[in-house]
């Protein structure tokens, strides 16, 4: 049992910067992604979790137990940097089996987790190797074994990706999915990357200003987005917001539009974009930019003139104050005119 309960938890450094009553579950077995952009308080309440900051106000169990005022190494937990934080001098099996030694657990145990550990995340081959003569991918594996040799059931991880390419960030993003299912963690992942957060989490809590703007599962954040904050932050490209009446904006994602030859909403082309699988066509809709997204390559030029249409069910409309979704707000008809209604 190593589920998390977080429950109307407020930090701030003198009123300023943190968190804001704000209240999760992270189910045992689980991976939760905290996703946002900077300064938006996600490292802010790993760090409260991991019992590396004091909280203002508020709880925090981890398997049903209170660690609210508990210290780190009380709350049966390990966890991962974005630095990695390994040990120069030492070469990859002590700094894997580093934490078992100050804990003084016995050479056998330390051996025998060391054997499991090094083959579970490859480095088996590689046990003899101080830091400076591994990838970042390999600098990455010696962290995540740390944390795994550690056998705690709650792993927490603050942007552990982030400092490699985009190839590497691929393939360990999915040995991070795979180890976590595998060995049954409850894994808290903070990311400021959405690709991260849509492919490996079972729940995405998405933060803005200290506070929770979503929470839910990557497919409910993407198809049902409860702020105009979360269509923009969701979605590559993000979703279109597109002013419509007065109380009202409209979102729709660029993939449920399509160049039409007959009716639909004049547009301008003005850029394309092409990434091999599909192309994404910048248009301007009476002085707004329009993304569509089409299949394969396009070779329109700048300053064609082209109809965008779509389908009315993939409408959604928030609020122009509050930015919050509004009620109803899939469209039910088709055809609705987007440039008679601005």
Request: with cysteine; aromatic share 4%; proline share 4%.
């Amino acid at each position: 049992m190593s589920e998390i309960v977080v429950n109307a938890v407020s930090k701030t450094w003198g009123g300023v910067g943190g968190v804001n009553r704000i209240s999760f579950k992270a189910d045992a077995g689980t991976l939760l992604v905290l996703l946002g952009p900077s300064g938006c308080g996600k490292s802010t309440t790993l760090r409260l979790i991991a019992g590396l900051e004091e909280v203002d106000s508020g709880t925090i169990t981890i398997g049903g137990r209170d660690v609210t005022h508990l210290s780190p190494a009380q709350r049966n937990i390990s966890m991962v940097f974005q630095s990695y934080a390994l040990f120069p001098h030492l070469n990859v099996a002590e700094n894997i089996i580093f934490g078992l030694r100050v804990r003084g657990v016995g050479r056998a145990e330390r051996d025998a987790r060391l054997r499991k550990v090094a083959d579970i995340v490859g480095l088996s081959h590689l046990l003899e190797r101080k830091p400076s003569q591994l990838s970042g991918g390999q600098r990455q594996r010696v962290a995540l074994g740390r944390a795994i040799i550690a056998e705690a059931p709650v792993c927490l991880m603050d942007e552990p990706l982030s400092n490699l390419d985009a190839k590497l960030r691929h393939e360990m993003r999915t040995e991070i999915r795979s180890l976590q299912q595998r060995l049954g963690m409850t894994m808290v992942y903070v990311t400021h990357d959405q690709t991260e957060a849509m492919t490996m989490a079972d729940r995405v809590i998405l933060m803005r200003d200290g506070h929770i703007e979503q929470n839910g599962a990557p497919h409910e954040l993407y198809n049902e987005p409860a702020s105009d904050f979360t269509a923009r932050f969701i979605g590559t490209p993000p979703m279109n917001i597109i002013s419509w009446e007065a109380g009202a904006v409209l979102g729709i994602r660029p993939e449920h539009i399509s160049l039409v030859e007959n009716g639909g909403v004049p547009a301008t082309v003005k850029a394309v974009e092409y990434l091999g699988a599909d192309s994404i066509i910048l248009c301007d809709v009476k002085g707004e930019t329009v993304s569509v997204r089409q299949t394969g390559y396009c070779d329109l030029p700048t300053g064609a003139q082209v109809a965008l249409g779509w389908q009315n069910r993939h409408i959604h409309l928030f609020d122009r104050d509050s930015g919050k979704r509004r009620a109803g707000s899939h469209l039910p008809h088709r055809g609705f005119p987007l440039n008679e209604r601005q």
